[in-house]
């Protein structure tokens, strides 16, 4: 068994990426990033997001940590490493 991470939102956090995830704009990636961290706010357990959102366990413990490093603009999207195409 892991160990669990604990994520505890304040209420603008929690606003913010209920908005994010209402909004049908927003790209599917950022959108299930802050449903990890909204789940995890609610105390649901790293395996239980992975099988809910169909991640593995390890992408969730990354989204987790992101959030706890940066907040919610640490959930946006990162440029892919690797080869750059040159045109």
Request: hydrophobic fraction near 40%.
């Given at each position: 068994?892991?160990?669990?991470?604990?994520?505890?939102?304040?209420?603008?956090?929690?606003?913010?990426?209920?908005?994010?995830?209402?909004?049908?704009?927003?790209?599917?990636?950022?959108?299930?990033?802050?449903?990890?961290?909204?789940m995890s706010d609610a105390?649901?357990?790293?395996?239980?997001?992975?099988?809910?959102?169909?991640?593995?366990?390890?992408?969730?413990?990354?989204?987790?940590?992101?959030?706890?490093?940066?907040?919610?603009?640490?959930?946006a999207e990162r440029?892919?490493?690797?080869?750059?195409?040159?045109?």
């Open positions: 068994m892991g160990r669990v991470i604990e994520i505890k939102l304040t209420d603008e956090q929690r606003e913010e990426l209920r908005r994010i995830v209402g909004r049908p704009s927003e790209p599917a990636g950022l959108v299930r990033r802050a449903r990890v961290v909204l105390g649901v357990s790293g395996r239980e997001i992975a099988f809910r959102l169909d991640l593995s366990p390890e992408h969730v413990s990354v989204i987790r940590s992101r959030f706890r490093a940066e907040g919610v603009v640490g959930l440029p892919k490493s690797g080869r750059k195409d040159h045109a």
